[in-house]
Every structure is written in structure tokens, then in C-alpha cells.
């Protein structure tokens, strides 16, 4: 049985719905990661969860128990949950006070509590600043010491909405440090929002993507990353070569797509001469500067028409009559020679492709 | 070889397995470690590829994961 059960449930704000239809299963112990732009409805869904709002429309169940609308209900659910916020608000008292604080609500022995709090901070890191004026923490050590607060009633269900949204890089890490320890050690179910993809692939067992207020895919990491089901979740997850083409030739699953007069192969179970849409990741495409014998099906010779520079890498869009973007490191780059304007051989394999029908 | 693929490994097909779209396609590297790659029946066809060829592996940096024990 799942712990956390959403049967169709809407929500509305001012007569506008920013949640339609979600259905959600996640079970004791898992890390579910809701991925989607700003706005698709994330944090909604978060504190319908947490039990914090009551849905338009639909049924949420909490172990097996409706606890849509009875208070009662609620109340019992929503304690065995812990909630951090995008930006904690922390109490104008020390760090050990505001993890305390909820066990002190519960009256918990001095002890207890001492024992408890102490855990929590050093699961965050933040054991050597429990005296410290919480209101003076930085953004990064402030979400920390939400978290130990969350943790510190040993909830069943950790709700983490946006944890690491407007950090810096060194607070990313050491949230996303605790965030793993947590995991780790803890027999816990995690929901987390993120818009950010990697985190939500580096932490979850199943992603959810939201789109404009619907969930438009559930599934694992890899089958959201590799096999997205539409354009949109797609582009969502940095397959940038999203081209438009029709199956024109079909032997078996091998199958021959024309885009824009060119003729791309690869492996699909749809049917000759549906519309589909081709998807290829930047980092699958190889470039060589002169036509090379290879495996790779799909080889196509183009100028350079953009480079641009990301850390380590290059992202190169060349105009092969069809527009490829890819990805390779600087390196590479060098020692090919690449700049503006030369011609180059952008190649990359049938398995390399996945293949969506089209709506339009 | 000029590839942007930073991994470039000369090996020799050890085994060939053709399924109904793809074959699989061992290559031994010299220090006897395996390689393992999906290529389309007919690219193996092409590429004329049989038991003890020679051939390169090619692999970009960005598709290498790295594991701990």
C-alpha cells in the first residue's frame, strides 16, 4: 500500500486552477522529486501533501486513511510529516531554540530534547553554532537548520520544497551533502521540489515532471532523462535537439525519419508515416572534421554557426540543413580546431535517438 | 583518428551477437578487459565486421561513469 495516495486532486486560486487532475502514488520510503518550471504547480502540490491546504477537488490519502477533509485526520497526518520551506523562517531566538522549538510545543523532556537537537544539527552540520543568533545565519545555514528542525520530530515524511533554490555553489553542496546523509541514515520518505534536473536525478527513485499544473510523466531518472514522452517534458530535461519529421521508411523497429529533407534513422515502434518528433541529448553527438567510417547511422556535414563556452565544455549548434546542437569538452575542441564558420561532421547513433509521436 | 570523442581504444572483435535490429559487439582491448557496444545489424554489416577485426572503440568523456566499490 502506498503511504502518500492523490486521486485526481485539483486546486484553484481566484477561480484559476493551478493543479488538474494529479494522480500520485509514493510509497514508504521512497524519494520522489517533483521537477518543473516555476509555476507548473510544485510548491501547490507540496503543501497539499503536507496537508497544509485542502483540494478543489479530489482525494488525498495519508496510509491508507482519506484525509482530504477531516481535520481530525489531518491533524494525525500532518504530524507524522515535516515541512521545510523554499525560505525558512527562522524565530528571533539561538539555532538550538529553533530546532527545539517543536519538540518544546510537544513537551518533551529537557533531556530528550537536548539529545534530540544535538542529532539534528550535527546530521545538518551545524553543531558548533547552536548559540548563534539565528537570525544571522547565512541563506545556506539557514535552510540547514530548517532541516534539522524538520528532522529533529522524526517525521515519517520529509517534505522539501525547493531546498537549494537561490544558493550560492558552496551552500548547494552542503545542503545537498546533508540531503544525501539523510537519505543515507534514515529510513525516511522524502517529496522533494526542484527545478533543478541533475539534483532531482542524482536523489530520486522516481521523478514526477509537472508542467502547467498537470503531471505529464512519472517514472524513474532514466526513463524521464532518456525516454521523455512529450516535447515539453523534453525540453525540460536538456534534450535540445527536438526536430519535427515524419517516418517515411519502416523495416522492423529500424526506421528512417525525414526532417526537413534529410533522412534520419533510428529505432521506433510507431508506425510508417506517423509525425513524430526526433530527440537527440547535445551530449550524444560526435563531431569529426572529415566523413569517418563508424557505426554511428545519422552523419551529417554542417558549418558552425554559435559556439558557446560552459565551464569545461562547448556547446556547438551546427547548421547541417536540420539545426544540431552538441555538447563536447574544451579539449576537444581545441584539438579539432573548431571555430565559427569551419565545416565539420556531426554524427550520432540509432540507439542515441528517441522518438515521440507528435500532436500537432 | 580526429574525433571529438576524447576515448579512442583499439581492440579486436571478440564475439558478435545479431539480433533482429542491433548486434552486440564484444571488443577485447589488449589487456584483455571487455568493451561492449549496441551498433545496428547493418552497420555491422558495413562495417564488415567479423570475429578477430580490428577495430576502435569510441567513446565520448561525457558518456563515461565512474564508480567506487
Same mark, same amino acid.
Given at each position: 500500500?502506498?503511504?502518500?495516495?492523490?486521486?485526481?486532486?485539483?486546486?484553484?486560486?481566484?477561480?484559476?486552477?493551478?493543479?488538474?487532475?494529479?494522480?500520485?502514488?509514493?510509497?514508504?520510503?521512497?524519494?520522489?522529486?517533483?521537477?518543473?518550471?516555476?509555476?507548473?504547480?510544485?510548491?501547490?502540490?507540496?503543501?497539499?501533501?503536507?496537508?497544509?491546504?485542502?483540494?478543489?477537488?479530489?482525494?488525498?490519502?495519508?496510509?491508507?486513511?482519506?484525509?482530504?477533509?477531516?481535520?481530525?485526520?489531518?491533524?494525525?497526518?500532518?504530524?507524522?510529516?515535516?515541512?521545510?520551506?523554499?525560505?525558512?523562517? @527562522?524565530?528571533?531566538? *539561538? /539555532?538550538?531554540?529553533? &530546532?527545539?522549538?517543536?519538540?518544546?510545543?510537544?513537551? #518533551?523532556?529537557? $533531556? +530528550?530534547?537536548?539529545?534530540?537537537?544535538?542529532?539534528?544539527?550535527?546530521?545538518?552540520?551545524?553543531?558548533?553554532?547552536?548559540?548563534?543568533?539565528?537570525?544571522?545565519?547565512?541563506?545556506?545555514?539557514?535552510?540547514?537548520?530548517?532541516?534539522?528542525?524538520?528532522?529533529?520530530?522524526?517525521?515519517?515524511?520529509?517534505?522539501?520544497?525547493?531546498?537549494?533554490?537561490?544558493?550560492?555553489?558552496?551552500?548547494?553542496?552542503?545542503?545537498?551533502?546533508?540531503?544525501?546523509?539523510?537519505?543515507?541514515?534514515?529510513?525516511?520518505?522524502?517529496?522533494?521540489?526542484?527545478?533543478?534536473?541533475?539534483?532531482?536525478?542524482?536523489?530520486?527513485?522516481?521523478?514526477?515532471?509537472?508542467?502547467?499544473?498537470?503531471?505529464?510523466?512519472?517514472?524513474?531518472?532514466?526513463?524521464?532523462?532518456?525516454?521523455?514522452?512529450?516535447?515539453?517534458?523534453?525540453?525540460? @530535461?536538456?534534450?535540445? *535537439? /527536438?526536430?519535427?519529421? &515524419?517516418?517515411?521508411?519502416?523495416?522492423?523497429?529500424? #526506421?528512417?525519419? $525525414? +526532417?526537413?529533407?534529410?533522412?534520419?534513422?533510428?529505432?521506433?515502434?510507431?508506425?510508417?508515416?506517423?509525425?513524430?518528433?526526433?530527440?537527440?541529448?547535445?551530449?550524444?553527438?560526435?563531431?569529426?572534421?572529415?566523413?569517418?567510417?563508424?557505426?554511428?547511422?545519422?552523419?551529417?556535414?554542417?558549418?558552425?554557426?554559435?559556439?558557446?563556452?560552459?565551464?569545461?565544455?562547448?556547446?556547438?549548434?551546427?547548421?547541417?540543413?536540420?539545426?544540431?546542437?552538441?555538447?563536447?569538452?574544451?579539449?576537444?575542441?581545441?584539438?579539432?580546431?573548431?571555430?565559427?564558420?569551419?565545416?565539420?561532421?556531426?554524427?550520432?547513433?540509432?540507439?542515441?535517438?528517441?522518438?515521440?509521436?507528435?500532436?500537432? | 583518428?580526429?574525433?571529438?570523442?576524447?576515448?579512442?581504444?583499439?581492440?579486436?572483435?571478440?564475439?558478435?551477437?545479431?539480433?533482429?535490429?542491433?548486434?552486440?559487439?564484444?571488443?577485447?582491448?589488449?589487456?584483455?578487459?571487455?568493451?561492449?557496444?549496441?551498433?545496428?545489424?547493418?552497420?555491422?554489416?558495413?562495417?564488415?565486421?567479423?570475429?578477430?577485426?580490428?577495430?576502435?572503440?569510441?567513446?565520448?568523456?561525457?558518456?563515461?561513469?565512474?564508480?567506487?566499490?
Amino acid at each position: 500500500m502506498a503511504l502518500i495516495r492523490v486521486v485526481n486532486v485539483g486546486q484553484e486560486y481566484g477561480g484559476k486552477y493551478v493543479l488538474k487532475g494529479v494522480n500520485l502514488e509514493i510509497q514508504s520510503g521512497e524519494v520522489f522529486a517533483l521537477i518543473g518550471p516555476t509555476g507548473a504547480g510544485k510548491t501547490t502540490l507540496i503543501r497539499l501533501l503536507n496537508l497544509l491546504e485542502t483540494p478543489a477537488c479530489g482525494q488525498v490519502y495519508f496510509d491508507g486513511i482519506d484525509v482530504t477533509r477531516s481535520e481530525r485526520q489531518r491533524l494525525k497526518a500532518r504530524r507524522r510529516m515535516a515541512y521545510v520551506q523554499q525560505k525558512p523562517i @527562522v524565530f528571533k531566538m *539561538n /539555532v538550538y531554540g529553533n &530546532v527545539a522549538c517543536g519538540l518544546k510545543w510537544r513537551k #518533551v523532556k529537557k $533531556e +530528550v530534547v537536548r539529545s534530540k537537537v544535538d542529532n539534528a544539527l550535527a546530521m545538518v552540520g551545524m553543531l558548533d553554532n547552536t548559540k548563534r543568533d539565528a537570525r544571522t545565519l547565512s541563506g545556506g545555514e539557514m535552510q540547514r537548520v530548517a532541516i534539522a528542525r524538520a528532522l529533529v520530530t522524526d517525521p515519517e515524511v520529509l517534505l522539501l520544497d525547493e531546498p537549494t533554490a537561490n544558493l550560492d555553489p558552496i551552500s548547494i553542496a552542503k545542503v545537498e551533502e546533508v540531503l544525501e546523509k539523510i537519505i543515507g541514515q534514515k529510513n525516511i520518505t522524502v517529496v522533494m521540489a526542484t527545478h533543478d534536473m541533475p539534483q532531482g536525478q542524482r536523489f530520486a527513485d522516481r521523478i514526477g515532471v509537472m508542467i502547467n499544473g498537470e503531471m505529464t510523466q512519472i517514472g524513474s531518472p532514466n526513463e524521464v532523462f532518456c525516454s521523455p514522452q512529450n516535447r515539453e517534458v523534453a525540453e525540460l @530535461v536538456g534534450v535540445e *535537439n /527536438v526536430l519535427a519529421g &515524419v517516418i517515411t521508411v519502416k523495416e522492423d523497429e529500424l #526506421v528512417t525519419i $525525414e +526532417v526537413k529533407g534529410n533522412s534520419i534513422q533510428a529505432i521506433s515502434e510507431l508506425p510508417l508515416g506517423e509525425k513524430v518528433h526526433v530527440l537527440i541529448r547535445p551530449e550524444d553527438i560526435t563531431f569529426t572534421p572529415a566523413r569517418n567510417v563508424s557505426s554511428a547511422r545519422n552523419m551529417f556535414d554542417g558549418e558552425i554557426i554559435r559556439m558557446t563556452q560552459v565551464g569545461r565544455l562547448v556547446r556547438i549548434e551546427v547548421d547541417c540543413g536540420i539545426p544540431l546542437l552538441g555538447v563536447l569538452t574544451m579539449v576537444s575542441a581545441q584539438e579539432l580546431g573548431l571555430t565559427i564558420g569551419k565545416r565539420l561532421y556531426a554524427s550520432f547513433k540509432v540507439t542515441a535517438i528517441h522518438v515521440i509521436k507528435r500532436r500537432d | 583518428m580526429k574525433i571529438s570523442a576524447r576515448n579512442v581504444l583499439r581492440g579486436k572483435v571478440k564475439q558478435l551477437k545479431h539480433g533482429v535490429v542491433n548486434t552486440e559487439v564484444i571488443i577485447e582491448m589488449p589487456n584483455g578487459n571487455e568493451i561492449v557496444s549496441m551498433i545496428t545489424k547493418e552497420s555491422a554489416e558495413k562495417l564488415g565486421l567479423a570475429v578477430g577485426k580490428e577495430v576502435y572503440a569510441v567513446i565520448k568523456a561525457s558518456n563515461v561513469m565512474i564508480a567506487l566499490e
